[in-house]
């Protein structure tokens, strides 16, 4: 079974920063996409950034030029920074994993923006 353990959620003020970071564990061979979506109260989940094994990136509109994703292989890890933070970035942040040609998601991390 794989698991994803992610980090780095909190309250921050607007306009600020955060890293979050998401780990892969246990029995991998393959991790193709990761990335991160995100969900507040009432709406929908959405995409928020992914990022391919070679590299391929994909942002939603509305986080694009503040947030940057990245991975690091050697780690399994996948990150979120995100920068200019918004008020209306609150959410619950989940990270997504193709592993093992399985999608996996992780518990999710609070990430409170306050004016």
């Known amino acids: 079974q794989v698991q994803l353990v992610e980090s780095g959620g909190g309250l921050v003020q607007a306009e600020g920063s955060l890293r979050l970071s998401c780990a892969a564990s246990?029995?991998?061979?393959?991790?193709?996409?990761m990335g991160w979506y995100r969900q507040a109260p009432g709406k929908q989940r959405e995409l928020v950034a992914v990022?391919?094994?070679?590299?391929?990136?994909n942002y939603a509109d509305s986080v694009k030029g503040r947030f940057t994703i990245s991975r690091d292989n050697a780690k399994n890890t996948v990150y979120l920074q995100m920068n200019s933070l918004k008020p209306e970035d609150t959410a619950v942040y989940y990270c997504?994993?193709?592993?093992?040609?399985?999608?996996?998601w992780g518990q999710g991390t609070q990430v409170t923006v306050s004016s």
């Open positions: 997504k994993a193709d592993v093992n040609y399985r999608t996996y």
């Open positions: 246990g029995t991998i061979f393959w991790i193709n996409v």
């Open positions: 990022i391919t094994n070679d590299g391929s990136i």
